[in-house]
T-cell receptor, first 113, second 111 residues
Framework: DGGITQSPKYLFRKEGQNVTLSCEQNLNHDAMYWYRQDPGQGLRLIYY???????QKGDIAEGYSVSREKKESFPLTVTSAQKNPTAFYLC????????????FGQGTRLTVV | QKEVEQDPGPLSVPEGAIVSLNCTYS??????FMWYRQYSRKGPELLMYTYSSGNKEDGRFTAQVDKSSKYISLFIRDSQPSDSATYLCAMGNTGGFKTIFGAGTRLFVKA
């Protein structure tokens, strides 16, 4: 089955640690995105990538980093510089063939302990 | 001004009611319009997808797009408790990869 897989589903981070969230897709989509969602809030764009080895900052990129070494993979690192990382993180890919339709993973819930 | 405006609610209705959810947008280049449904602690899933202006119906759901007014709507007929979720509008344009999302409206359907 084609889709987007995010792992882990739940992640706990200690103060000062970097953690990496995984996002893998087998939909052959060029564009991939990371969003952050806080309780009762909409989706805020962290980073996006339209092609391998290239990515762009979104609206709230500070304290986050990404890489895009393979078309299928777009991992997100939450660094210690991100002061309020507790949130629900969603990865998505967008189909050019179906004009802007976004496909989402099931999300990773990150909690600082 | 945000590119997409959506009232976050919450919106609470009795079972069987007709629900109307709306978004306004500012970019006239948008051509693709979508509604996503998101259950708590899950990823959003595509509910309706429309291109340009007009109506699209799928079961109890109807999506309307009015490009002249830059206004889109989602109607839910005979609402059910299982419709309780957050509904996000989204839009994009041809050749562009970037899809813009509304803030989402939280809907509660009471049995």
């Amino acid at each position: 089955d084609g889709g987007i897989t995010q792992s882990p589903k739940y992640l706990f981070r200690k103060e000062g640690q970097n953690v990496t969230l995984s996002c893998e897709q087998n939909l052959n989509h060029d564009a991939m995105y990371w969003y952050r969602q806080d309780p009762g809030q909409g989706l805020r764009l962290i980073y996006y990538s339209q092609i391998v080895n290239d990515f762009q900052k979104g609206d709230i990129a500070e304290g986050y980093s990404v890489s895009r070494e393979k078309k299928e993979s777009f991992p997100l690192t939450v660094t210690s510089a991100q002061k309020n990382p507790t949130a629900f993180y969603l990865c998505a890919s967008i189909s050019r063939d179906r004009g802007s339709e976004a496909f989402f993973g099931q999300g990773t819930r990150l909690t600082v302990v | 001004q945000k590119e997409v405006e959506q009232d976050p609610g919450p919106l609470s209705v009795p079972e069987g009611a007709i629900v109307s959810l709306n978004c306004t947008y500012s970019n006239s280049a948008f051509q693709y319009f979508m509604w996503y449904r998101q259950y708590s602690r899950k990823g959003p899933e595509l509910l309706m997808y429309t291109y340009s202006s007009g109506n699209k119906e799928d079961g109890r759901f109807t999506a309307q797009v009015d490009k002249s007014s830059k206004y889109i709507s989602l109607f839910i007929r005979d609402s059910q408790p299982s419709d309780s979720a957050t509904y996000l509008c989204a839009m994009g344009n041809t050749g562009g990869f970037k899809t813009i999302f509304g803030a989402g409206t939280r809907l509660f359907v009471k049995a």
